[in-house]
């Protein structure tokens, strides 16, 4: 099944939490934090302005971003977990050098 979100909002697929800390911690399950960065899969139209055209989306299908911990609406689409969102929800684009 594919989805194709609606006006100004993304689907994103949330990429693993982190297992270890920084000084290499395992950390079990009850302690990983929600995952922040995902994968963009689907991007909407834009946002449907006043004057009749279509908001120029900020992020694309591929991009990895970074967005709030509670932010969003979870789905399950053939056995993945994945993240409705409108744009605003997107805190960040990670850019690679």
Known sequence: MKL???DDRVVIEPLPAEETTAGGIV???AA???PQRGRVVAV???KLL????????SVSV???VIFGKY????????GKELKIM???????????E
């Open 71 to 78: 932010s969003g609406h979870e789905v399950e689409v053939d």
């Open 27 to 29: 950390l079990p399950d």
């Open 50 to 57: 006043d004057s009749g055209s279509r908001g120029e989306m």
């Open 32 to 34: 990983q934090e929600k």
């Open 86 to 96: 409108r744009e605003s929800d997107v805190l960040a684009r990670v850019l690679t």
């Open 4 to 6: 194709r979100p609606l």
């Open 62 to 64: 591929g991009d990895e």
């Open 44 to 46: 909407g139209p834009g």
